[in-house]
C-alpha cells in the first residue's frame, strides 16, 4: 500500500530518555514534515525537509532533531525527554511541484512521557 | 503569517440535520485552504480543498466548502449527517509558493441519534 507509515504507534518512556519515531513514505514525494498534535488537539508545524534538506524549523527546542536519511524517509530524534513532550507527532509528506494536492499524514505516534 | 480561526471548538448535531463548521483565515496574500478529518485515534484525512476558481467546492463523504474572500471564510457544510461523521475537523490554510500548512485549532463534530 502506497503510504506515510510512523514507528512506533505507541511509546510510553520516563522523563530524562533519548527517543526515536520513524517515519516512511512511498508516495514518490519529495518534503515531508513533522508535526505536533497536543492534548486540545492543536496541530503544530515542527520542522519540513525537502530532497533531505532542512526548509522549516519552527520554534522546537534543540532537544529535537529531525534526521532525514534519503527524501522517503524523516526520523525526529528527542532527547531529555520531558512531561510537556507527551503528544501525538505526525509526519506527513507532500510533493514541491503539486502541493496544492495537499499533505498526506501518517497515523500519527502517541508519546507518553511518565 | 498566515492564521485560522475556528470559532466552534464543539458542534453537536442530530442524525440527518444539516451541518455548518466555520472557519476564517488572515494573510496579505492568496491561500490555498483545506479542510481534514481526523477521525478518533487515526491520522488527518484530506476532505476537500479549494486552490483557485470557484468558489463552491465537494468533496469526499457528502461534505462541501464555500470560499468566501470578502469574508476571508470557508465555511464546511453538509445537508445531512451521519453517526458516523463523528470526528474532529481541521482547517488549514497555506500560502500560495509556501508549503506549510497552518492548522486551525479544529470543530469536534458529535452526531447523536
Known amino acids: 500500500d502506497t503510504a506515510v507509515s510512523q514507528t512506533p504507534k505507541y511509546l510510553v518512556t520516563q522523563m530524562g530518555n533519548d527517543k526515536s519515531i520513524k517515519c516512511e513514505q512511498n508516495l514518490g514525494h519529495d518534503t515531508m514534515y513533522w508535526y505536533k498534535q497536543d492534548s486540545k488537539k492543536f496541530l503544530k508545524i515542527m520542522f519540513s525537509?525537502?530532497?533531505?534538506?532542512?526548509?522549516i524549523n519552527e520554534t522546537v527546542p534543540n532537544r529535537f532533531s529531525p534526521k532525514s536519511p534519503d527524501k522517503a524517509h524523516l526520523n525526529l530524534h528527542i532527547n531529555s525527554l520531558e512531561l510537556g513532550d507527551s503528544a501525538v507527532y505526525f509526519c506527513?509528506?507532500?510533493?514541491?511541484?503539486?502541493?496544492?494536492?495537499?499533505?498526506?499524514f501518517g497515523s500519527g505516534t502517541r508519546l507518553t512521557v511518565v | 503569517a498566515q492564521s485560522v480561526t475556528q470559532l466552534d471548538s464543539q458542534v453537536p448535531v442530530f442524525e440527518e440535520a444539516p451541518v455548518e463548521l466555520r472557519c476564517n483565515y488572515s494573510?496579505?496574500?492568496?491561500?490555498?485552504l483545506f479542510w481534514y478529518v481526523q477521525y478518533p485515534n487515526q491520522g488527518l484525512q484530506l476532505l476537500l480543498k479549494?486552490?483557485?476558481?470557484?468558489?463552491l467546492v465537494k468533496g469526499i463523504n457528502g461534505f462541501e466548502a464555500e470560499f468566501n474572500k470578502s469574508q476571508t471564510s470557508f465555511h464546511l457544510r453538509k445537508p445531512s449527517v451521519h453517526i458516523s461523521d463523528t470526528a474532529e475537523y481541521f482547517c488549514a490554510v497555506s500560502e500560495q509558493g509556501f508549503q506549510k500548512l497552518v492548522f486551525g485549532t479544529g470543530t469536534r463534530l458529535l452526531v447523536s441519534p
Open positions: 479549494y486552490l483557485s476558481g470557484s468558489t
Open positions: 494573510s496579505s496574500v492568496s491561500v490555498y
Open positions: 506527513a509528506s507532500s510533493q514541491e511541484a503539486a502541493f496544492s494536492v495537499g499533505y498526506t
Open positions: 525537509y525537502n530532497n533531505k534538506e532542512l526548509i
